[in-house]
């Protein structure tokens, strides 16, 4: 694929396990040579929480709150812990390994895609976001959190030090994928309830850490910003960052069949 060509999706909110096959099946394309550079911006059509690929879920999840609240449980391709979408901007990035605007590895590329997001986020009108630090360590006490909000990790984007938007990256033979979530808005109680924790104490620990270690753009902007115009701008925001000849798209046929494959394996039993 010609590094110059890039594609952007906008779709339209979906239920969470079409989301991750989707992102899935771009991916293995784009490592196949069926798919160029994608961008996918997307929503959530019900309050969903994703699991990271190898978190527990039986230690981490209050599985019979989510089956009470009718909140399904996802399974990411991608490794951190549990995050509930509800008020939120997705994005999805999809290049061929190597690429020219690219580092060849994790951490260069994860920077890269990070810096098209804060960039994004400026364009919407944040003010001073920023990478948090390189170290791959995380901010707070060190204690296991089951909640991917509760602290900020290596290159995942800050605000005033409070954690405004995650992001993982998967990384295949000839093709990378990193998404993430832009907080539009949020409820850390109720996303809180959906876990468990060790102790009392650090289940405590936890819901302070969700409410005061987390921002929203609702917060920042004191008002809470309409999907579209968001999407609008980290869509602008990427294509100045990675210039080249984009258009407009969906996913084409081979993406369209893996996408049915992965939604049949539903592998959210582990």
Not at 70 to 82: D, E, K, L, M, Q
Not at 131 to 152: E, I, L, V
Not at 166 to 187: K, M, N, T, V, Y
């Amino acid at each position: 694929m010609n590094d110059d060509a890039w594609r952007l999706i906008k779709d339209s909110p979906m239920d969470g396990e079409l989301n991750m096959a989707i992102d899935r099946a771009i991916l293995t394309a784009c490592d196949r040579g069926q798919s160029p550079a994608t961008l996918r911006l997307y929503g959530w059509r019900r309050p969903t929480l994703s699991i990271g690929y190898s978190q527990n879920k039986l230690r981490d999840i209050d599985t019979a709150q989510c089956e009470r609240k009718n909140i399904p449980i996802v399974r990411r391709f991608t490794g951190g812990r549990a995050l509930l979408h509800q008020h939120e901007l997705a994005y999805s990035l999809v290049a061929p390994v190597p690429h020219s605007m690219f580092p060849g590895n994790l951490t260069g590329a994860f920077c890269a895609v990070s810096n098209a997001v804060i960039f994004s986020l400026q364009k919407v009108g944040v003010a001073k976001p920023e990478m948090s630090g390189k170290d791959k360590r995380s901010r707070g006490n060190g204690k296991h959190s089951p909640a991917c909000f509760s602290t900020a990790n290596h290159l995942e984007i800050t605000v005033r030090g409070k954690k405004l938007a995650g992001g993982a990256q998967r990384r295949l033979h000839g093709a990378f994928l990193q998404h993430g979530s832009i907080l539009l808005d949020g409820d850390p109680e109720l996303s809180h309830s959906l876990l468990r924790y060790p102790s009392k104490s650090e289940q405590a620990q936890g819901l302070k850490s969700l409410t005061f270690g987390t921002l929203t753009l609702k917060k920042i902007l004191s008002t809470k910003p309409e999907w579209e115009e968001v999407a609008r701008c980290f869509a602008e925001g990427f294509q100045k960052i990675f210039p080249g000849h984009w258009r407009r798209g969906t996913i084409n046929s081979s993406e369209k069949k893996l996408a049915k494959e992965y939604l049949a394996e539903n592998d959210c039993s582990r």
